[in-house]
């Protein structure tokens, strides 16, 4: 039996009626990146305005390892919600933020002592660590990336790459952020061997601690393990244990945002945990409650109580119901069963994408990823980014019944984000669809003119 069930076309006249009220009311700077109104989920399964349901690979931007709705963190949600919806953790304290901490600190890789701070949101997050960095090194710079994405608010906009999207015309941003390139294998420069390409990037890394800034002045080195909003690229590990080794050289702290790719969707709970090594600080977000809005800082005791009291903070950081629903998600995604599951989906998921590619090798330049976090790097006749007919496709897949986003410094990848619980016959006909998309794709361009 299959999920993707279409009773009207995509969109609907229900969905196209609430969209209109949205575009309406609701100022347009937030993206729409489908058409469709929602109703209720489960799992991978989206139910619309006009019931249809469709299979649902964008997953809330990464926030639902543990997909739609699952009981258990409905249940804890429902419970907490008859005991207490808010408090304000800087007024007093109650048990399940405190239980949220030691889970974090007991979970996050590295044997050291640790602590951590919650906020609500991967942004909130990143500035917190900036602070806390700050305050516990008495240094200013702070090290990023080409292709990161760090979030939207003003200091973490100063440390995401890709202007055009996201930084047009809201500057002035932070000083003391320094953007050194990301080793992208894919996009390497003709005639270099991968390896001879990561050995230059590594170079390049310790020449601009020469020539940028020093590192006695860099407080520390943000890097997401899994670029997410960048393309699904891993670090490649020669770079991020360099990057470590650095850190420990210079008394820079090593921060790693996992708001992406952690708490299950690289196949492990944390994607550095794929590296063999352990960041100073954590950043998490996204998938650590099952969708409600939380997020958290975790690592080092020293370093994450270098801010004084005062200094960190907020109303809703925190929330009862924010902290009930993490305590179940983080259970589920820990849980042996369900990360070997997110692993073998992992595997599912490549081969049917490896196979789309040979179908379409004009198309699909590359799949990659890490485990489960998977995307493929759609590209021109001349090999170049084509971001049009990467919206072709995820068009032509919605129209079929399933959701798909986006994502690339060039806007030229699919990325795919499905509950990583999810069950074989979902994948495939996930996949068929898919294919159907790009077979549609691939006559539209043959029969445009040259
Ligand atoms: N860091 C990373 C790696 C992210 O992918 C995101 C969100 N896409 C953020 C930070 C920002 O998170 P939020 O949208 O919750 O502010």
């Known amino acids: 039996m299959s999920t993707i069930e279409l009773l009207t076309e995509i969109p609907g006249p229900r969905s196209r009626t609430i969209v209109a009220r949205r575009q309406a009311a609701g100022a347009r700077g937030v993206p729409m990146l489908t058409p469709i109104a929602v109703a209720h989920a489960r799992g991978c399964a989206v139910t619309d305005a006009d019931g249809n349901t469709l299979i649902d690979f964008a997953g809330g931007i990464g926030a639902l390892a543990v997909g739609h709705c699952p009981e258990a963190v409905v249940a804890a949600i429902r419970a907490q919600a008859d005991e207490l919806l808010h408090m304000c953790s800087i007024v007093a304290s109650y048990e399940p933020f405190v239980a949220v901490c030691e889970r974090l600190n007991t979970i996050a890789p590295g044997d050291f002592a640790k602590k951590t701070t919650l906020l609500n949101s991967g942004a909130e997050a990143v500035e917190a660590a900036v602070k806390i960095v700050r305050a516990y090194t008495g240094r200013q710079a702070i090290i990023v990336f080409e292709g990161a994405y760090h979030g939207r608010t003003n200091l973490a906009l100063a440390m995401t790459s890709k202007y055009g999207m996201f930084k047009h015309g809201f500057g002035p941003f932070a000083p003391e952020i320094y953007r050194l390139p990301f080793p992208d294998l894919f996009r390497r420069p003709v005639g270099l061997s991968e390896d001879d390409y990561l050995q230059a990037c590594i170079r390049q890394l310790e020449h601009a601690l020469v020539a940028q800034v020093s ?21 490649p590990p020669a770079f991020l244990r360099r990057i470590r080794e650095l850190c420990t050289e210079h008394g820079m702290v090593m921060v790693a945002d996992e708001v992406q790719c952690g708490f299950g969707r690289t196949g492990k709970l944390f994607a550095v945990e794929h590296y063999g090594l352990a960041p100073d600080l954590l950043i998490t977000g996204k998938s650590i409650a099952g969708g409600m809005p939380l997020a958290a800082v975790t690592g080092r005791a020293e370093i994450m109580d270098g801010p004084h009291p005062g200094g960190l903070g907020g109303t809703y950081i925190g929330n009862p119901l924010a ?72 068009t032509e897949a919605l129209r079929r019944g399933l959701i798909t986003i986006r994502a690339g410094l060039n806007v030229n990848c699919v990325r795919f984000l499905p509950p990583l619980d999810i069950g074989d016959a979902d994948i495939d006909e996930a996949l068929e669809v898919l294919g159907a998309a790009l077979q549609a794709v691939a006559g539209a361009r043959a029969e445009a003119p040259a």
């Open 215 to 235: 590192p006695e002045a860099v407080a520390a080195i943000v890097i997401e393990p899994v670029q997410g909003e960048g393309g699904f690229i891993p670090t």
């Open 323 to 394: 902290c009930a629903a993490a305590l179940a998600a983080i259970d589920i995604i820990r849980a042996p069963a369900f990360l070997s599951r997110a692993e073998a989906v992992g595997r599912r998921l490549r081969a049917g994408l490896e196979g789309l590619q040979l179908n379409y090798p004009g198309i699909i330049g590359e799949v990659r990823g890490l485990g489960p976090m998977l995307a493929i790097e759609i590209v021109g006749a001349d090999g170049r980014p084509d971001p049009d007919t990467t919206g072709a496709i995820t």
